[in-house]
C-alpha cells in the first residue's frame, strides 16, 4: 500500500487565546493534487505556514516521507523536498529570469551565486536553467530582468524558481491570484501539465473555484481553524454545509 508523502496530525495553532488552526489531520497521497480551501479567515495561510516551516505549531505533528519535519526551519524543509510559492512575487527584480533560477539551482547544488562568474564556466547550470525555463515556457524570456515581466509570467518564474530546487512535494500558494483571466487560464494549463507528469506532488489554496475544480484531484475545505470537509470535486461541489460556509461566498485569500 502507498503510503502518504505528506502526513499532518492534529495541527494547532493558538495566538493568545485564539486558535487559528484547530486539531487539524490531512493526508496526501504522491501524484496527488489536492486543493486547500475555505472562507478568509479560515486558517489557511496559517497552515502552510506550520508545514513548510515558517511558523511553529502549538500543537500537533507534519511528517513527509514518514520524517517528523514538525517545527524543523524552512531551508531544512525545502532540501528535504518541499517547496513553496508566495501569494506576492518572491523573485530578485533586478537579475534576469535566468539568474533568479540559477539562484535556486545554486543553493540546490551547495554553490554560491556569482554575477561575476563568467556564464560560459557553468554551461552545464546555464543549460538546466533554461530546461526548468522551458517547462514552464519562459525560455523566450530567460534574458529579460525579473523586474519588467509582466505579473503573470512574474508568478510563472516563482514556480520555475521552485521547480528548480527539484520538490517532490510543491506547495502553491494562490498561484492565479491577480491575474488576468487569460493569464489564469495559461497557469492552470502548464499546473495541470506539470502534475499530469507525475513528478510532483501538488498542495494548493487557491481562490478561483474555477482552478480548484479543474486542477484537484481532491479539495479539503477549512472553516474557522478546522477541516470542514474533504472529496473529490463532485462530493464537494454537492456537499451542502461546504456550499453554506464557503462556496456560495467570494473568497478573499
Do not use: C, W
Not at 489557511?44 to 511553529?56: D, E
Not at 500543537?59 to 524552512?74: A, Y
Not at 523573485?91 to 551547495?110: D, K, M, P, S
Not at 547550470?125 to 509570467?153: K, M, Q
Amino acid at each position: 500500500m502507498t503510503e502518504p508523502i505528506l502526513s499532518v496530525t492534529g495541527l494547532g495553532k493558538a495566538f493568545g487565546g485564539v486558535r487559528a488552526v484547530d486539531g487539524v489531520s490531512l493526508e496526501v497521497m504522491p501524484r496527488e493534487t489536492v486543493a486547500l480551501i475555505g472562507p478568509n479567515g479560515a486558517g489557511k495561510t496559517t497552515f502552510y505556514n506550520m508545514i513548510s516551516g515558517r511558523m511553529k505549531p502549538s500543537s500537533g505533528r507534519v511528517r513527509f516521507q514518514g520524517r517528523d519535519i514538525t517545527g524543523l526551519p524552512p531551508h531544512a524543509i525545502s532540501r528535504l523536498g518541499v517547496s513553496r510559492s508566495f501569494q506576492i512575487n518572491n523573485v530578485f527584480t533586478e537579475l534576469t529570469a535566468r539568474e533568479n533560477v540559477e539562484v535556486a539551482l545554486t543553493a540546490l547544488h551547495g554553490r554560491a551565486f556569482s554575477l561575476f562568474r563568467p556564464a560560459s564556466r557553468d554551461r552545464r547550470l546555464l543549460a538546466e536553467a533554461d530546461a526548468v525555463l522551458e517547462r514552464l515556457g519562459l525560455r523566450p524570456l530567460a534574458d529579460t530582468r525579473a523586474g519588467v515581466l509582466s505579473y503573470g509570467d512574474k508568478r510563472l518564474l516563482e514556480i520555475a524558481i521552485v521547480l528548480a530546487t527539484r520538490p517532490k512535494l510543491v506547495l502553491l500558494d494562490e498561484p492565479t491570484a491577480g491575474m488576468t483571466p487569460e493569464e489564469t487560464r495559461h497557469v492552470t494549463r502548464l499546473i495541470r501539465g506539470l502534475a499530469e507528469t507525475g513528478e510532483y506532488t501538488f498542495l494548493i489554496t487557491e481562490h478561483d473555484m474555477n482552478v480548484v475544480f479543474d486542477l484537484a484531484d481532491r479539495i479539503v475545505v477549512m472553516h474557522r481553524g478546522r477541516l470542514l470537509a474533504q472529496g473529490t470535486p463532485e462530493q464537494i461541489r454537492s456537499d451542502r454545509a461546504v456550499r453554506e460556509a464557503y462556496l456560495g461566498e467570494e473568497e478573499s485569500a
